[in-house]
């Protein structure tokens, strides 16, 4: 099946830094999507992204859907401690529009 | 809170049982998504229903079955339960499981397979 590899698979930051992660996969997909998960909660949407190119922001956070559609990145700017957290990026195909999750990113930001 | 709900959170049970996890989608959503979640396989597709039809299937096993009720409310059910099935299972619900339509997820069940 479809496989996408999420990196890094951990972070440890500083408050206040830049953040950036990552997803590559070997197939071409239309629809890229960035979740977070706290601990003892389900994933949440953060980020869509429908279009090659397409550069979308929700707040501190940013995220690109690359060009050869095969790939997409996460940033989050000026991180703070509600951040903590693990980072999936998952792709939406089937006929169900079935999710297929990276391998997350685990992040850990010290005060 | 996203909306949806499952029941139980915990489960323990010891191998060889069966255990039955329930999910309550959002209001108004027609679909819903099981998700299994344990650290070898990380966060996988198990099987969609729409308006109580199954729709799609992915990596389930033939000893997990799942129903949409015409309430809506669906039930992923696990028999002969082994050692490896121990993980978070999550529902997720969406308005018509088409198209870019986001899905939300509960705040799983937490399996134990003693």
């Known amino acids: 099946g479809q496989q996408l590899n999420q990196s890094p698979q951990s972070m440890f930051i500083q408050e206040g830094e830049d953040v950036s992660m990552n997803c590559t996969s070997s197939?071409?997909?239309?629809?890229w999507l960035w979740y977070k998960q706290d601990p003892g909660e389900g994933p949440v949407l953060l980020i869509a992204l429908y279009k090659a190119g397409e550069l979308t922001s929700n707040g501190r956070l940013t995220a690109q859907f690359g060009i050869t559609r095969k790939d997409s990145f996460l940033n989050i700017s000026a991180s703070i401690p509600s951040d903590v957290g693990i980072y999936f990026c998952?792709?939406?195909?089937?006929?169900?529009?079935?999710?297929?999750f990276g391998s997350g990113t685990q992040l850990t930001v010290l005060p | 809170d996203s909306g949806v709900t499952q029941t139980p959170k915990h489960l323990i049970t010891a191998t060889g049982q069966r255990v039955t996890l329930r999910c309550s989608p959002r209001s108004g959503d027609l679909s819903v998504y099981w998700y299994q979640q344990s650290l070898d396989q990380g966060l996988q597709f198990l099987i969609q229903y729409y308006n109580g039809e199954e729709r799609a299937k992915g990596n389930i096993l033939e000893r997990f079955s799942a129903q949409q009720f015409p309430d809506l409310h669906s039930e992923l059910n696990l028999s002969s339960l082994e050692l490896g099935d121990s993980a978070l299972y999550f529902c997720?619900?969406?308005?018509?499981?088409?198209?870019?339509?986001?899905?939300?997820f509960g705040p799983g069940t937490r399996l134990t397979v003693l």
């Open positions: 997720a619900s969406s308005v018509l499981g088409l198209g870019p339509d986001t899905q939300y």
């Open positions: 197939s071409i997909f239309n629809t």
């Open positions: 998952a792709i939406s195909s089937g006929s169900a529009r079935q999710l297929t």
